[in-house]
């Protein structure tokens, strides 16, 4: 079974920064697309950023272009989400989510159907 646990996140002043993780447990780490989420309440969940198996490509929302990096280290099993210059608007739960069925030559996932299993989600809030 996979399990995903994310950490990190908080209380921060806008244009500062938080770093998330993703810590996985079970099957290979190094053949899922990862991808990072948010739900802000009510809203739609939205992709934030996504990373192939190799982490050769990635693709962020327009929203946090410049201001967001996603990255992996497949020896931790973990992904990562760093975040700077944060915005009341990135107030959300961010959530990790798993692609198990990505291959070598998956592009990167932006649906959340595209994912099978994801964590709890971490807040984020962000004061002005």
């Known amino acids: 079974q996979v399990q995903l646990v994310e950490s990190g996140g908080g209380l921060v002043q806008a244009g500062g920064s938080l770093r998330l993780s993703c810590s996985v447990s079970g099957g290979t780490f190094n053949r899922y697309g990862m991808g990072w989420f948010r739900q802000a309440p009510g809203k739609d969940r939205e992709i934030v950023a996504a990373i192939t198996r190799s982490g050769r490509d990635t693709h962020y929302a327009d929203s946090v272009k410049g201001r967001f990096t996603i990255s992996r280290d497949n020896a931790a099993k973990t992904v990562y989400l760093q975040m700077n210059s944060l915005r009341p608007e990135d107030t959300a739960v961010y959530l990790c989510?798993?692609?198990?069925?990505?291959?070598?030559?998956?592009?990167?996932?932006?649906?959340?159907?595209?994912?099978?299993?994801w964590g709890q989600g971490t807040q984020v809030t962000v004061s002005s």
């Open positions: 989510a798993a692609d198990v069925r990505a291959i070598l030559t998956s592009p990167v996932k932006i649906r959340d159907d595209g994912y099978q299993y």
